[in-house]
Nanobody
Framework: QVQLVESGGGLVQAGGSLRLSCVAS????????MGWFRQAPGKEREFVAA??????YYGDAVKGRFTISRDNAKNTVYLQMNSLKSEDTAVYYC?????????????????WGQGTQVTVSS
């Protein structure tokens, strides 16, 4: 089983940037597909980004502004968020799985951790 710990959230002004980190421990492998979801108050959980090998896939709302990357030596996946908007305010969750980055949003994740809060002030 893989344990994931997210960090890096905070309060930022619109137009600013933040970088989220997710450290994985346990049964991890460089072939594991990693990704991010987010959930804003009163809204459904939304796919943000995923990475499998060298392939990446992004949700439409963040395409061109967010970048997912990973450091396999550190078992860490990052989410660089630029040009932040108030609608990016949400709790961000890191998840691990298998398969392609494009199929990651369709995986059935049974449990969710605490995530990390991102608040963008306008």
């Amino acid at each position: 089983q893989v344990q994931l710990v997210e960090s890096g959230g905070g309060l930022v002004q619109a137009g600013g940037s933040l970088r989220l980190s997710c450290v994985a421990s346990g049964r991890t492998a460089s072939s594991t597909t990693m990704g991010w979801f987010r959930q804003a108050p009163g809204k459904e959980r939304e796919f943000v980004a995923a990475m499998s090998g060298g392939s990446t896939y992004y949700g439409d709302a963040v395409k061109g502004r967010f970048t997912i990357s990973r450091d396999n030596a550190k078992n860490t996946v990052y989410l660089q968020m630029n040009s932040l908007k108030s609608e990016d305010t949400a709790v961000y969750y890191c998840k691990s799985g298998f398969g392609s980055a494009r199929s990651f949003p369709k995986l059935d994740f049974r449990s969710w951790g605490q995530g990390t809060q991102v608040t963008v002030s306008s």
